[in-house]
């Protein structure tokens, strides 16, 4: 990932120096296994725990040199570590395995992490935007449909369903974390023909994985489906931040996006506040997507293995895990720093002459008599009349069909409290929520 969407506590857990350290933990866990197991000495195990490498950027610059040689990047990181160790004891590094077995379960870790850490930027994103939604729960705004004014709604009823959805996009991303948190280490088809199967159960174990049948990598579906709960979410933030760009537009001007001190909406034209985050999330959750589909290719591999997973998910794994991270970020800060005008929701919600109250004037004549397609018919009429000659939209009914109806129940349709009375349970399901993950905790423990 490009540096400018790389946030540094996401970044540093796929530098080489990560990937490396990890590699290196499963390698002396493994020997120590061994020797627990009684299959080499006891003494040549600790001998490789207490010398084992520092993982620097001399020690990787190391392992690239000697890879120009190998051309084969965990063959020369066995070669640089059992040098480094010394013989007799180094020469037990990457006994029994294959490449994948450190490799596979390696990135495990690391998606384990990276996921932990996306979950726990998640959690507070849920909070800030069901803390909103309690914020505007009874603030009405004009609900759109097809992009017309349909019924009235509330913005914390908006923001509560946004806040259910990204708690959706939370429990996703949790199973799929759970999902990827395995190893193996059973050897060049998966058969243990050269490795104790307890090895695999120890190793795991003490990194916190578990242990899974395999061929000679771990099955890609399993990183498919962490790639498709991060596609998920940040199609949920696209789906918001397109919500945002539309309310801030001039036309509607019931939202914007915080403009700082300082900043400058266009070089040319100085009276712009543009929704320059919500269009960059919305470009972003393109790119995502796009990993999604390469990592569902990389499901198909021939036989017991081939590595043509391999290139692709040395650029996808570690940048579908950034981006989401810097997503999730940078919409929470989208959502904290939000700009909301009640009074121009109110504003435009009356600009449509009280169209937004057909369906209830539609019930009401019903109410009285009418068949539901003459009840239609009459509201119908009379709400394009009432936006073609610009006249509310109750007086041209009363015109038309007042006969039928008492005043006390034209009162009661255009009542916007009663409209509303019932769009509080999204905001209170969304409380609800915020309440759980604050119970949870942002926090997510991680070895």
């Not at 999902?179 to 243990?192: D, E, M, P, Q, Y």
């Not at 109750?394 to 349709?413: C, H, I, K, N, P």
Request: aromatic share 6%; proline share 3%; net charge negative.
């Amino acid at each position: 990932m490009i540096e400018r969407y790389t946030l540094a506590e996401i970044g540093e857990i796929f530098t080489d120096r990560s990937r490396m350290e990890a590699w290196l933990d499963v390698e002396v866990l493994t020997v120590e296994a061994l020797a627990v197991l009684g299959r080499i000495p006891a003494a040549d195990a600790a001998f490789v725990r207490a010398n084992r490498p520092v993982v620097d950027d001399e020690f990787v610059s190391a392992v690239n040199d000697r890879e120009r040689i190998t051309n084969h990047d965990l063959a020369a990181f066995v070669d640089v570590v059992q040098a480094r160790v010394g013989k007799p004891a180094g020469n037990w590094v990457h006994y029994g395995l294959t490449s994948s077995d450190v490799v596979d379960t390696a990135l495990s870790l690391l998606l384990r992490r990276a996921g932990n850490a996306i979950l726990c930027q998640l959690a507070g994103a849920v909070e800030a935007v069901g803390t909103r939604s309690v914020e505007f729960r009874d603030t009405i705004m004009a609900g759109r449909t097809h992009g017309m004014h349909a019924e009235p709604t509330t913005f914390g009823n908006k923001l509560g369903l946004w806040t259910l959805q990204l708690y959706r996009d939370y429990g996703r991303l949790e199973r799929a974390v759970e999902g990827i948190s395995v190893g193996k280490l059973s050897g060049a088809v998966g058969t243990f023909s050269n490795i104790d199967p307890q090895v695999e159960v120890m190793v795991c174990d003490a990194l916190g994985l578990k242990p899974v049948p395999a061929t000679q990598v771990i099955a890609r579906d399993r990183h498919a489906e962490y790639l498709y709960a991060l596609a998920s979410l940040a199609s949920s933030i696209e789906a918001f931040a397109t919500e945002i760009r539309h309310l801030q537009r001039t036309e509607v001007q019931e939202a914007e996006e915080y403009f700082q001190e300082g900043q400058k909406g266009s070089s040319a034209m100085p009276h712009k506040r543009n929704p320059i985050l919500s269009e960059r999330l919305v470009g972003l959750s393109r790119v995502m997507r796009g990993y999604l589909v390469s990592g569902l290719e990389d499901i198909a591999l021939w036989h017991e293995r081939d590595i043509s997973h391999s290139s692709v998910e040395r650029v996808i794994m570690p940048d579908a895990s950034i981006l989401a991270y810097y997503m999730v970020v940078k919409f929470t800060g989208l959502i904290k720093g939000l700009i909301v005008y009640p009074q121009r929701m109110k504003e435009n919600l009356d600009s449509s002459y009280g169209l937004v109250y057909s369906q209830s004037l539609l019930l009401a004549l019903v109410n009285a008599g009418l068949t539901r397609d003459e009840a239609y018919r009459i509201v119908q009429s009379a709400a394009r009349q009432a936006g073609t000659e610009r006249r509310p939209l109750r007086d041209v009914l009363v015109s038309m069909a007042g006969a039928y109806l008492e005043e006390q129940v034209l009162s009661d349709a255009f009542d916007q409290s009663r409209v509303i009375s019932n769009a509080g349970l999204t905001v209170d399901a969304a409380a609800a929520v915020v309440e759980e993950i604050r119970r949870l905790g942002h926090g997510r423990a991680d070895s």
